[in-house]
Structure formats: C-alpha cells, structure tokens
C-alpha cells in the first residue's frame, strides 16, 4: 500500500514538473502586437508616442507643423494666426494752404487755394487752335481761364464769345502782349487794359473780366494795382512747361506739367503762340493722369 501511494506522488510531481516548462503555444509576446497596430486613422503615431517609460513625465514634442511655425519670428505677419489688416489706401493728396495762394512774384495768385488745379491758356484767341482746346475741354468737362490779347479779341469776337458760352473765365492779357507795360505810367496801363477788357466785353456782352496777367510775368506794383483798381485780381501761374517755345517737345510739356503738377496748381499753357500741335498732344496725355490722380479742375 505504502509503495502505491509513493508511485502515485512520483507520478504526479512528474506532471507537475512537465506543466511547468511547456510553453504557451504560437501567440506573439504583447509588445510585439502594440508596435505594429495601426491607428484608427491609418496614419503612423507620432514619432514620441510610446518613446518614453512608463511614468515618464517629459511633455511630448509639438506636432511638425507647430513646430516649424514657433521656428518664425514672432511679429512676422505671415505665420501669425491672427490675420493682419489689409493695407489702407494712401491719404488723397492735401490740399495746398491758403496762405500760398498768393505766393507768386509781388503777391500775384499763383494757387487756387483749394485741392483744384486751374488750366489756363494764354496769347489767344487763335482761329486754328482756339477751337481745338475748346473741343478738348469740352470732352473732359472742364472749365479753365483764357487770358486774352486785346488786339486779338477784337480780330476774333466769335471765338471769344464761344469761350464765354461754354463757361470759361477770362482774363486780361493786355492789348499787344507787352513786356515793359508794367513800366509805364498809371495812365498807360490804365488805357491799355481799358482797351482790351473793351474788346472782350464787346465780344461777349455782359461777360466779367475777373483777372489780368501781365505778359512774360514782368509784374510790377504799378500794374497790380492798376489791374486791383479796374476789379481784376492779378493772376500768376504754379508750372510754366514752356509750351510757347517750339524747341520744347510734346513729351518735354507733359512730363514738366506731370512732374512739378500737385493740387492746387494753376497750369500755364498756350492756345495762341507758336507750339500748339505739340501742348494739344501733351494735353491729352495730361487730362488722363490728373484723371488717374483724381484731381479736379477749376475755372478760377
């Protein structure tokens, strides 16, 4: 019996000893099945997900994106995330002070006094380009001031008329375009001024003559307040692109006009001198850069 009982344990510590060391079967160890799982994106985890030991308490990496936005400067506005405002369009030009409207030789105007530029043509009327300037004029919707030689006036009423239909103002330019008139006495600027303003009004009834501009701007103290007397205000000019010499080119009047042009101006041309084809030309361009500019006229 005692003999039995000991082959019975013997046999089952020998099953015990062979459950002991035989293996689990074909299952892959754990680590191995959470380092190839996908997510549930099917996309790869990050490269610091699952780095780090149990317990590691080293706060993760930023995502490549954030990190290569915190790499920019931090006022740079193309990787800020708060949206920068769009650039406001410039200031319109200012205005020139009123204190320079009369800021030509002897006091003379030579500003408008606002942002409004003044086109003025000078030495007319003339039959051939008198009308011309008139059609472009008329085009634009512009009014300007024609200064006008008496002697010429009388010769062409019906364009001085025109002139004053249309709504231009018109301007003294004394009888014959004389350089030295200023240098007279009171009584020979006084007569010669009589003369032309005579001949305008006989041209065109009823029209006023609200300014006188003396020939080649030879002012003198005399002539101003000759011209001050007889209820004209003496007009100078801001640009003088020397459209009446025939030396100067189309392009030359432009780009003097253009350059030295601001608001405020008032523009010296010529409808009646000796280089008209070439300041229509340049006109043209003219009106479309104030236009561009946004500039708008006045008649004075």
Known sequence: MSRHKLGIAAAAALLLALAWVWPE????????????????????????EGDGEAGDT?????????????????????TSSTPSPAPSDPPPPVAEPAANTYDGPLGTRN????????????????????????????EQGVKATFCLIGAYAEAYPELVADIAREGHTLC??????????????????????????????????GAEVKYFRHAGGQWTDRAIAVAADMGM???????DPSDWDNRTT???????????????????????????????????????????????????
């Open 250 to 300: 189309e392009a030359e009047i432009r780009d003097h006009v253009l350059d030295r042009s601001g608001p405020g101006a008032i523009v010296l041309l010529h409808d009646g001198a000796s280089n008209q084809k070439d300041m229509c030309g340049a006109l043209e361009s003219i009106f479309a850069e104030f236009s561009r500019r946004g500039y708008t006229y006045t008649a004075l």
């Open 58 to 78: 080293a706060e993760p990496e930023a995502p490549a994106s954030s990190a290569a936005e915190s790499d920019a400067p931090a006022s740079d506005p193309a």
């Open 25 to 48: 079967g074909e299952r892959p160890p754990a680590s191995a099945t959470t380092a190839t799982e996908p997510t549930a994106s099917a996309s790869p985890a990050p490269a610091s």
């Open 111 to 138: 500003h408008t006094g606002d942002d409004r530029v003044a086109l003025t043509f000078d030495d007319g009327p003339s039959p051939e380009w008198t009308p011309k300037v008139l059609d472009m004029l008329r």
């Open 233 to 239: 205000e003496s007009l100078h000019w801001t640009v």
């Open 172 to 205: 003294n330019h004394s009888w014959f375009h004389e350089f030295d008139l200023g240098k007279q006495s009171e009584e020979e600027i006084r007569s010669n001024l009589q003369r032309t303003n005579d001949a305008i009004t006989k041209a065109a009834p």
